[in-house]
Structure formats: C-alpha cells, structure tokens
C-alpha cells in the first residue's frame, strides 16, 4: 500500500482486535518482524472486517506464519477506529497531534425495521437483527466519546447523519434497492452539507 492503511477486524477465540497495517511504522512493538497485512491478502482483510456475525460467517485467514485465526467485524472493538487511527499517529509514527486532521465517516442513522425475533438453537428466543446494530452503535458512540475527551485538540470532522424518515427504515439485511439507492442520497447529501469545512481542514 502507498498510503498507511489499518483495517480492523476481531479475533473470534480472545476478543481482541487484529489490526491489519500497511507499514512499520505503524507499529507500536514487534517492528522488526513486522509483516505488512500479517502477510494477509488485502482481500482478505477487508472480509474479515466486515464479517457481521450473525448476518454473515466468520472469516479464516492464514498469516504469513502458518497460523490460522477466525475473525468476525471489527465493528465489535471498533465501529468507529478513529481512536486506534490517532493513536497510530500520535504514538507510533510520532507526529504532533496539532497537525493531525481527521474525517471520520460513518454510515448514518436509520429507523429500525420491526424485527421477527430468530430462535436459536438452544431455545432462547433473540431479537439478532436489532441486537447486532444496536450493539454497533452503542459501540460506534463509546468511541467517539472517548475521542471527544481524549483528543479534543485533534481537528475533526464526522460526517453521520440521523435520518429519522420512516421510509428509510432498515437493517443489515436489507434488500430493496430502491431504498438502498435513497440511503445512498442521503450520504452524499451529509457530506455536501459539510463540504467546506473540510475543505478548510484540509487546505
């Protein structure tokens, strides 16, 4: 990659994140055996990321040392990565965090669907499609807390709209590409909205 990339994803069996990055100076140990990727394919990477379990399944990859490790979205640790993105810069590549700049793009708020509850297995009955986002978002808001107190100095733009209008309602199975298509309106009505403050960020 010529730009530093992190792509975040979550390790199945210890809860952690697995951070795939681009360049050694991104790291903050290990920088002599460091492997860009874990010498994952970018492919790869960006499926384990956005492997939303339960809606889809978990993902395997292989490092560059043999080990196989299941992940699932990175969602789950980091919804919103701007933390993690900071802390990169800040920490590990050492650059002044009055010079850093951040947009932060999120993918909106919408009215939920009425769910029909999935029975699983094992008896219980279990609300997933709101469960999941619902424990997205809470994570999503957590972190932009937190990034709020901890790096108020930090010029940043969020661009995340709430869109309350009952015909937008949805959720992660969503089908109807009508909908999706107005969905996808409604993101480039949030960033037009926003257009010149970024652009006096980041002049």
Known sequence: MKTRVGIVATKWMTELPMIFKGDPAQAFGRKGSFRPGFGVSLAKAVQAS??????????TVVTDQGEEIELFDGGFCANNPTLYAIADAAHAIGSDRRNLRVVNVGVGEFPAKRAKPHVWAIGLVIPTIELTPK????????????????????????????FDEPALATDFLESDLAKLDLIRQRGRDSFASRETVLSQMLS
């Open 50 to 59: 956005c492997s939303a379990y339960p809606f889809f399944n978990r993902t």
């Open 135 to 162: 424990i997205l978002e809470v994570n999503t808001k957590s972190m932009e807390q937190l990034r709020s107190l901890l790096f108020s100095d930090v010029q940043t733009v969020r661009i995340s709209d709430m």
